[in-house]
């Protein structure tokens, strides 16, 4: 059986001739039984901390256990984003590596007909010169042949027929119509 603080204030001995002295038994157990009583209630105060630390514990186990799972589905999902962004790095250098390859083949394209349309110009070109020089050249002939003495006659037929004459409206009195190689006169 448990005895209390109030037990021990309580309790009676009984008396017999030659016994304690009642008036320090009484003293010793009121203070037996402070001393008992504040042991009491520290136990009690410490039974609550334990109880209260105990719930705590619990709590910050089942803390424990959900941060766990949470550090799991944090690690499985990091994984997850590594692979995706793997996977559009990828998919993004795929389509960047097909632009440049029609970028490139656009600008091939472009230098080969830049190509072609310098070749064309070289040609063009090329007609050119040689028709100016066939120009020159028939120039050249014609002005040699109007400094010859012995054609000076023919020169001036030359000038006559390389110069436009103008035309009298047909039916004029007096009008005959030129023959070519004729000089106006």
């Not at 603080?5 to 320090?24: C, S, V």
């Not at 089942?62 to 799972?69: H, M, P, Q, S, V």
């Not at 083949?105 to 070109?125: F, G, S, T, V, Y």
């Amino acid at each position: 059986m448990r005895m209390t603080p109030l037990d021990i204030q309580n309790h009676r001995f009984p008396t017999r001739w030659k016994g304690y002295d009642r008036a320090e038994v009484d003293g010793f157990l009121e203070l037996l039984a402070q001393d008992y009583e504040s042991l009491v209630h520290e136990v009690e105060f410490l039974r609550e901390t334990v109880r209260n630390l105990e719930g705590r514990v619990n709590d910050l186990q089942a803390n424990e256990g959900i941060l766990r799972e949470t550090l799991i589905t944090a690690q499985a999902m990091a994984e997850d984003l590594k692979k995706t962004a793997t996977k559009e790095a990828e998919i993004t250098l795929g389509e960047a590596e097909v632009r440049a390859e029609k970028v490139l083949d656009a600008a091939h394209r472009r230098a080969a007909k830049l190509a072609e349309d310098i070749r064309e110009m070289k040609a063009l070109r090329s007609r050119l010169a040689g028709a100016v020089r066939e120009t020159i050249q028939t120039h050249l002939t014609l002005l040699e042949g109007l400094g010859a003495p012995d054609a000076e006659d023919t020169a001036e037929e030359k000038i006559a027929y390389l110069t436009p004459t103008p035309r009298a409206p047909k039916g004029e009195a007096g009008d005959k119509p030129r023959r070519r190689g004729e000089l106006a006169g």
